[in-house]
């Protein structure tokens, strides 16, 4: 049985468009070329690229089972440990299970008050005239309100652990995301950097669990919290060591996503002067000057569509990528088993057969009906079927919130001309500082 159609390969390596000057142009034009199915071979990977809503579905919701996560996330089980982005099989399970309740409706209402209080802590530090990298400015703010909402964390220095993982991310761009873990010791340019920033993670992680095992309080529902009081089915309970993994995974994945969302809304918005007045509208009607709250989310509907739009044109989840356990038929080509299995929701959210002038920013289309028929897979920034983003309600309330805070009282002017590129590491980072001068709203 032939395999779908794709690049001609480069001797021995045969293309590895990751480690290329543009990997998403790269992906967009095979994409064109060779269809819903194409094929290419990334030194001793073979990869599958899915380009069709369908055929995700049938990937991520109608045969999880002969799916395990891709070797980007194993590679990163030398970091993450065996939390619950790297878990696989019942383990995984458990973890999901555990963690749940963390992220029921009620919990989020709750949190939600952490993520507007954050804000507002920020923007009391905020000068007009002032110019800064918005980008550093959510990571902090979301990190902040990561350890608050979800470890209960209110006093340790947050600066050092947002510089350390950014450390990390800027390290997992291009082809590196590739390479096994023991590349991770060799001496290669950027790698001591990571590792003392990986040694000072945990050291910041350790000192928070210390924390909350010395000062628990039974009555405390945070994340932290329920994992420390979970019991196996032999009653033990979570070491030290299992909790780090936990915290480490929602430190890097329940800040770095929102935080991209809120940076490229902002530099979106400021290049929409009509979005960004309706936008303003809004918040202005909605709040009448008060901070916003859950309560509000129904009446904030045109904040959330420039997330939604936002998270279409630049989702902070570029792919979604799976390895098969066992030999399959897709469109009838054979894919082998452990080859990997490559989804981009960068290619989809831009995908012309599903969205009308796809390169243009308009919230406004999250309200027609052609988005209300959208196939299932054509938009999805939080993945789907059983491994969906445990986080997405989370993300999303928190987006929509901090958003509106920051439009109650500024707005952002861009200070450069040249566009910000994306670049495709374990998330859509932007290239380059999106710098931008705080004003006050007229």
């Given at each position: 049985m032939l395999r779908p159609p794709g690049p001609k390969p480069h001797f021995l390596i045969g293309n590895i468009p990751l480690a290329g000057r543009a990997p998403l142009d790269t992906f967009r034009?095979?994409?064109?070329?060779?269809?819903?199915?194409?094929?290419?071979?990334?030194?001793?990977?073979h990869v599958y690229f899915l380009n069709r809503p369908d055929l995700i579905e049938y990937v991520l919701v109608q045969n999880p089972q002969n799916f395990l996560k891709d070797?980007?996330?194993?590679?990163?089980?030398?970091l993450l440990g065996s939390g619950l982005l790297t878990a696989e099989g019942d383990g995984w399970k458990r973890q999901r299970r555990l963690i749940q309740p963390a992220f029921s409706r009620d919990r989020i209402a709750v949190y939600a008050r952490c993520m507007t209080d954050s804000a507002e802590r920020m923007l009391a530090t905020w000068r007009p005239g002032t110019v800064v990298d918005i980008h550093q400015e959510m990571m902090s703010l979301t990190l902040r309100v990561v350890m608050r909402a979800l470890f209960e964390v209110e006093t340790m220095e947050t600066g050092k652990i947002s510089q350390s993982l950014n450390t990390i991310m800027l390290n997992s761009i291009g082809g590196r995301l590739l390479l096994p873990p023991f590349f991770r010791y060799l001496p290669f340019p950027g790698m001591r950097d990571v590792r003392r920033a990986v040694d000072e993670v945990n050291v910041a992680v350790y000192e928070i669990i210390r924390q909350r095992r010395n000062h628990d309080q039974q009555t405390s529902r945070d994340l932290l919290s329920i994992l420390m009081h979970a019991r196996d089915e032999d009653g033990s309970r979570?070491?030290?060591e299992q909790l780090r993994d936990e915290v480490m995974t929602f430190l890097l994945a329940g800040h770095e996503t929102t935080a991209l969302a809120l940076s490229w809304a902002l530099y979106l918005l400021s290049q929409d002067a009509?979005?960004?007045?309706?936008?303003?509208?809004?918040?202005?009607?909605?709040?009448?000057?008060?901070?916003?709250?859950?309560?509000d989310l129904s009446s904030l509907t045109f904040v959330e569509s420039v997330i939604k739009e936002t998270m279409r044109l630049y989702p902070p989840a570029w792919s979604v990528a799976r390895t098969a356990i066992a030999d399959f038929e897709l469109e009838g080509y054979r894919v082998p088993a452990r080859a990997n299995i490559v989804m981009s929701q960068w290619l989809m959210h831009r995908d012309p057969r599903f969205f009308s002038e796809p390169e243009q920013f308009d919230p406004d289309r999250w309200?027609?009906?052609?988005?209300?028929?959208?196939?299932?897979?054509?938009?999805?920034?939080?993945?789907?079927?059983?491994?969906?983003c445990i986080g997405a309600s989370f993300a999303t309330t928190e987006a929509v919130l901090i958003l509106a805070t920051i439009a109650?009282?500024?707005?952002?002017?861009?200070?450069?001309?040249?566009?910000?590129?994306?670049v495709p590491s374990i998330t859509l980072r932007p290239k380059d500082p999106i710098r931008m001068r705080i004003e006050m709203r007229c």
């Open positions: 034009r095979w994409a064109a070329l060779y269809g819903d199915i194409f094929y290419y071979r990334a030194a001793w990977l070797r980007v996330v194993q590679n990163s089980r030398w979570m070491t030290d009509g979005a960004e007045e309706k936008l303003h509208d809004q918040v202005d009607r909605a709040l009448a000057g008060r901070l916003p709250s859950v309560s309200s027609s009906s052609a988005s209300r028929n959208l196939p299932r897979f054509a938009y999805f920034p939080f993945g789907g079927g059983p491994r969906q109650r009282r500024f707005q952002l002017v861009p200070v450069e001309k040249t566009p910000v590129l994306p």
